[in-house]
């Protein structure tokens, strides 16, 4: 959703997202996300994924909530970067984002009256190592990334997790794909690779403009 989130709040004109100029083979590839969204909402609703649909409002809900999630997501990573834009790094943006979870896991913990799964101080270490290592880490790298790059670029790149994740999978015996969902997931996959290509020539085209206008501008002044 984060590419699509982008592209739909600067065709609003909302200045937070400022998406840039976008070319007809990007804006296929976003096409193409939007069409293997939906037809990801078709195969869960329709009962084509493999797994018995028993609770049509259900299902439906939990489509939309995952659409709210993805969306979210990305405004708040829009968020992030402004602060880091207003010189607020990357560590603080980072320390601070996570307070208000920490809080309602906290308020849950003491709801239920116990840490379930975390019962010994060495499952607690392994746990705290693991989240370091395979959430904190990576997610300070990206906030470090995405107050270098434009949002649009932030938005793409990390829209390919996705695409890695279904390579991955195919190591794994115990997965068992439908062939409507499998399509979904090519088409999308194909699509943000399109998307992420597309891009990256765009943004090489106009660091190339940038920077030959530059250097003439320089070679004017030098001979004025």
């Known amino acids: 959703m984060g590419p699509l989130t982008v592209v739909v709040l600067g065709a609003h004109g909302v200045t937070l997202a400022k ?23 078709w195969v869960v609703l329709g009962g084509y994924s493999g797994l018995a649909l028993t609770d049509l409002a259900a299902s439906m809900a939990g489509l939309a909530l995952l659409s709210v999630s993805g969306i979210s997501i990305a405004i708040s ?36 009256g116990n840490f379930g799964g975390v019962d010994t101080p060495r499952q607690f270490t392994l746990l705290s190592a693991a989240t370091t290592v395979f959430i904190v880490l990576p997610l300070y790298a990206y906030q470090l990334g995405i107050g270098r790059t434009t949002p649009l670029t932030a938005q793409v790149i990390r ?16 997965l068992h794909y439908s062939l409507p969902t499998l399509a979904c997931i090519l088409v999308y996959s194909a699509s943000i690779i399109v998307s992420n290509i597309a891009h990256g020539w765009a943004d090489e085209s106009r660091y190339s403009t940038i920077r030959r206008n530059g250097v003439q501008g320089q070679v004017a002044e030098q001979q004025s």
Do not use: N
């Open 19 to 41: 998406p840039g100029a976008i070319g007809r083979i990007e804006y296929a590839g976003y096409a193409g996300i939007a069409v293997s969204v939906a037809g990801l909402w």
């Open 77 to 112: 990573l829009l968020y992030c970067k402004r602060l880091q834009d207003c010189g607020i790094g990357a560590d603080a943006v980072t320390a601070a984002r996570y307070l208000l979870l920490i809080l309602f896991a906290g308020t849950v913990v003491l709801w239920h």
């Open 159 to 174: 829209a390919l997790g996705p695409v890695f994740v279904f390579a991955m999978e195919q190591f794994d015996g115990r």
